[in-house]
């Protein structure tokens, strides 16, 4: 007896449904959520993931006893992290992961790591500054705009207009946020070459310094000084390549005090970050590009400093150092090698003094970190 062509295709059909039901429910069965309640002192890692592979995450590391946690967000809320997740900022139990590509953030209660709400509406996401505790700025890499937030409520509440370039290779991005009194300042990264100043009473930008191509991370230290480090740009890049920079400025006038230029131009160094008491800087020296320079790794640099040091603190070697952070508590240093971005990465520790602690696996392409 021949069974009719369409009604083979159904039967194959739901018995296909039913099939991926069970399989899938067999899953969900074998499936353990993580059920913890870390108090203490932690790390936060955020894996980008490859952009369009959806395959960011989120790992934990608790340094008394060295003990890594890959993947704590799906692990928790068996829910993926989404597609390259950029940053992450602690307000009280609550962190904030902003994930790029997938124009949102999530929140999380950082010892359980369980999942608390999300904002979305948003269109590509790098940083979230909070400037009280109803109000948070969001930038951006496309909108070319500031978004603002209710952090209580996870809604959109308005938004700071940044789109004043009238040069067609200015996509105003706007990245990283720094705060001194009611001034907050943010780098615009990708195709531009300006800090901006928005007054965070009014949501207004009231104010820039021009600075060197593409600055790409910013601080403050002790003395109310703004350092911005440019990479310069890239060769082949329509907007130009020049010698990357660290520029300090004085918060107070506005005004640029010195500009240390890196002599290879081949150089683009990247992720500024300072220590607890503000004295320090650190950065990572190479090409973000893939390219090679001489003496390339960690360096650690005095903000009373005339020159730019000449080696590194912390050699890069064969490794390819992509993300740094500096312990808030004990000045540990953190390290990711993102190796060939395709595989997982690798996190080195160090001492304030460089001495190697220990080292440990991540996921894809660990970039930045978050003290608890």
């Not at 948003?122 to 505790?133: A, D, G, K, V």
């Not at 506005?254 to 503000?278: G, H, M, Q, R, W």
């Not at 990465?345 to 602690?357: F, H, L, N, Q, S």
Request: hydrophobic fraction near 40%.
């Amino acid at each position: 007896m021949k069974i009719n062509k369409n009604i083979f295709i159904l039967l194959m059909a739901v018995f296909l449904v039913i099939l991926h039901s069970c399989m899938k429910d067999e899953l969900l069965r074998d499936f353990e959520k993580l059920n913890i309640n870390e108090k203490n002192k932690g790390v936060f890692i955020i894996n980008e993931g490859n952009f369009m592979y959806g395959n960011a995450s989120l790992s934990y590391y608790t340094p008394n006893n060295k003990e890594v946690i890959n993947d704590v967000f799906y692990k928790t809320n068996a829910l993926p992290l989404g597609d390259v997740a950029q940053s992450m900022t602690i307000k009280d139990s609550l962190a904030y992961v902003v994930i790029n590509n997938s124009g949102k953030i999530y929140v999380i209660n950082i010892n359980t790591f369980k999942y608390v709400g999300k904002i979305t509406g948003l269109t590509s996401p790098r940083y979230i500054h909070f400037i009280n505790n109803n109000k948070a700025y969001v930038t951006d890499l496309y909108a070319k705009k500031i978004t603002i937030i209710n952090p209580l409520t996870f809604a959109i509440t308005g938004s700071i207009d940044v789109n004043n370039h009238e040069t067609e290779f200015y996509q105003h991005s706007t990245e990283q946020m720094v705060q001194a009194g009611k001034y907050v300042f943010v780098n615009c990264w990708s195709y531009d070459n300006k800090i901006l100043v928005i007054n965070s009473e009014t949501d207004a930008l009231i104010d820039s310094i021009k600075v060197t191509k593409q600055p790409n991370s910013i601080v403050i230290d002790k003395n109310n000084k703004l350092w911005v480090l440019s990479d310069g740009g890239f060769s082949g890049s329509n907007y130009g390549q020049v010698n990357s920079a660290l520029t300090k400025i004085d918060i107070s006038t506005l005004k640029i005090e010195k500009v240390f230029t890196f002599s290879d131009i081949a150089a683009s160094p990247t992720e500024l970050c300072i220590n607890k008491t503000k004295d320090t800087l650190y950065y990572i020296y190479s090409n973000w590009g893939g390219g090679n320079v001489n003496n390339g790794g960690v360096f650690k640099m005095p903000i009373n400093s005339n020159q730019i040091p000449q080696m590194p603190f912390i050699k890069e070697g064969t490794k390819l150092f992509y993300g740094l952070g500096v312990d808030t508590k004990n000045y540990n240093i953190y390290l990711s090698d993102a190796i060939d971005y395709v595989q997982r990465g690798v996190i080195y520790r160090y001492t304030p003094e460089g001495t190697a602690i220990d080292t440990f696996k991540t996921g894809i392409i660990p970039s930045a970190f978050c003290f608890k």
